[in-house]
């Protein structure tokens, strides 16, 4: 019913950047959160930026000031704008939205990933 389709993964130098894009379709009512998580080989997903409905953000402390995660509500897009990347940004990243296909029914939704790799 929802399906969140991820853009923009790659590989990059240290120091570059890259931007993350994921736009959401289907029977959407309503979104309240949309999130960016990442996992690396042998390691749990962990959450890396989100954003609310109001447009409030909260980032993991190893990205703050390098990450910047927006949103196109209009288009039930979200971005995660990546700067200073480092090779411990390597990972697999999966964007996630929370949200009501209609009232009294929510949803999760999580993208099929997208490859980050940072390697000189």
């Known amino acids: 019913q929802v399906q969140l389709v991820e853009s923009g993964g790659g590989l990059v130098q240290p120091g570059g950047s890259l931007r993350l894009s994921c736009a959401a379709s289907g029977s959407i009512f309503s979104i309240n959160v949309m999130g960016w998580y990442r996992q690396a080989p042998g390691k749990q997903r962990d959450l890396v930026a989100q954003i609310t409905t109001s447009g409030s953000t909260n980032y993991v402390d190893s990205v703050k000031g390098r990450f910047t995660i927006s949103r196109d509500n209009s288009k039930n897009t979200v971005y995660l704008q990546m700067n200073s990347l480092k090779p411990e940004d390597t990972a697999v990243y999966y964007c996630?939205?929370?949200?009501?296909?209609?009232?009294?029914?929510?949803?999760?939704?999580w993208g099929q990933g997208t490859q980050v790799t940072v390697s000189s």
């Open positions: 996630k939205i929370e949200g009501s296909l209609r009232i009294g029914v929510t949803f999760t939704s």
